[in-house]
Nanobody, 123 residues
Framework: QVQLVESGGGLVQAGGSLRLSCAAS????????MGWYRQAPGKQRELVAD???????NYADSVKGRFTISRDNAKNTMYLQMNSLKPEDTAVYYC?????????????????WGQGTQVTVSS
């Protein structure tokens, strides 16, 4: 079984920074694209940023220039550095892995999600 666990959320003032982490655990061979999503109260879950296993990145327009996504494949961990935070960034942030190959097999898990971590930005 493979699990994703987020950490690093919290309360920060506008203009501040936070760094989120997503650690994947279990018998992991490889992880394809990983991504950060967020869901604010009363809104749909939206993509914040994603990163392929070779480091190609994609960002939502609303976070370009402020957030940086990265990953450490050796540690099966993904990060989101969030700078210049705004109150509209307040949401639960979720980690996603689109496809995970189980170590020493050709079997896969698909569309895995973490439990989420709350980010609150005060004005």
């Amino acid at each position: 079984q493979v699990q994703l666990v987020e950490s690093g959320g919290g309360l920060v003032q506008a203009g501040g920074s936070l760094r989120l982490s997503c650690a994947a655990s279990g018998r992991i061979g490889t992880i394809d694209t990983m991504g950060w999503y967020r869901q604010a109260p009363g809104k749909q879950r939206e993509l914040v940023a994603d990163i392929t296993n070779v480091g190609m990145t994609n960002y939502a327009d609303s976070v370009k220039g402020r957030f940086t996504i990265s990953r450490d494949n050796a540690k099966n961990t993904m990060y989101l550095q969030m700078n210049s935070l705004k109150p509209e960034d307040t949401a639960v942030y979720y980690c996603n892995a689109d496809r995970v190959r189980i170590q020493s097999t050709t079997k896969y898990y698909y569309d895995l999600w973490g439990q989420g971590t709350q980010v609150t930005v005060s004005s």
